[in-house]
Every structure is written in structure tokens, then in C-alpha cells.
């Protein structure tokens, strides 16, 4: 079964989602970023939600973590929870 390890930035508004974002790619640090801005309780590790299984998430972050290339931050993804800014760290089938 397919594995994916993923990180993601977990914010109520899209604007500040994409802020995040341009300064994410612009060089700053991910981890550093979630710690500082994400909802999500994953935020005291930068993020890091370990491995998980197709079907384990919701579906709109599911599409994403399993098609998108690796190593690119991916979003604004809009979920029941918010928007989220997802890298997708490793993968395998």
C-alpha cells in the first residue's frame, strides 16, 4: 500500500496562506513557519504529520499528498479545517 510522508501549515484565512507561502518559497524555513503560524497541533514539529496511507486524511488534502511532486510546497488547499500549505516529503507505492 502506498505511504506518504507530508508536512503542512494549517491557518482559518486564504490570504495568509498564500502570504505564508511566498515566504516559504522566497527561503524561509517550513518548520519555522508552521511552529510559528499553524493551528494544527502538528505545529509544535514543524508540521510534520509522519506517514500515513491514502484515506487516511480528508480528501482534498489526500488528491494532494498523493499526486503532487516532492519537495513542493503545494496550497492554499481548502479542507473543513481551513487552508493548508502541504509538502510532500517522501512517497512510495
Do not use: W
Not at 3 to 19: F, K, P, S, Y
Not at 47 to 59: A, E, K, Y
Not at 80 to 89: A, D, K, S
Request: hydrophobic letters at 35%.
Amino acid at each position: 500500500m502506498a505511504q506518504a510522508q507530508a508536512r503542512h501549515i494549517l491557518v482559518e484565512d486564504e490570504a495568509l496562506c498564500n502570504e505564508l507561502k511566498t515566504k516559504i518559497v522566497g527561503g524561509e524555513d517550513f518548520a519555522d513557519v508552521a511552529r510559528e503560524h499553524s493551528t494544527c497541533p502538528s505545529a509544535r514539529s514543524g508540521g510534520d504529520l509522519g506517514s500515513f496511507g491514502p484515506g487516511q486524511m480528508v480528501p482534498e488534502f489526500d488528491t494532494v499528498v498523493f499526486s503532487a511532486e516532492l519537495n513542493e510546497v503545494q496550497g492554499p488547499v481548502k479542507t473543513q479545517f481551513g487552508y493548508h500549505l502541504i509538502e510532500v516529503t517522501s512517497r512510495s507505492d
